[in-house]
């Protein structure tokens, strides 16, 4: 059984930082490309970042030079790591895979405001 639990989200001011985590279970975590995800309330769900299985990385323009997408195959785990946090980042944010078929987090929670 495929899982991926994120962990971190939370309630941050304008400008600050969050660490978003995913732990994978159920795959050979290390052959694959993790993404995360986010939906805004009444928005599509729009990709923020993916780290291939070689590392290979893109960032969503919204998000270049403030977030940071990284893997620990050693743990199974992704992360988020952002700055500069504006309001238009707030929405939940989803862990997300493709191992044969589409894998999703429950989702965490991630509000900016003052």
């Known amino acids: 059984q495929v899982q991926l639990v994120e962990s971190g989200g939370g309630l941050v001011q304008p400008g600050g930082s969050l660490r978003l985590s995913c732990t994978v279970s159920?795959?050979?975590?290390?052959?694959?490309?993790m993404a995360w995800y986010r939906q805004a309330p009444g928005k599509q769900r729009e990709l923020v970042a993916r780290?291939?299985?070689?590392?290979?990385?893109i960032y969503v323009d919204a998000v270049k030079g403030r977030f940071t997408i990284s893997r620990d195959n050693d743990k199974n785990t992704v992360y988020l790591e952002m700055n500069s946090l504006q309001p238009e980042d707030t929405a939940v944010y989803y862990c997300?895979?493709?191992?044969?078929?589409?894998?999703w987090g429950q989702g965490t929670q991630v509000t900016v405001s003052s």
């Open positions: 997300n895979t493709n191992a044969a078929q589409w894998y």
């Open positions: 159920g795959i050979i975590f290390s052959i694959y490309h």
């Open positions: 780290i291939t299985s070689g590392r290979r990385i």
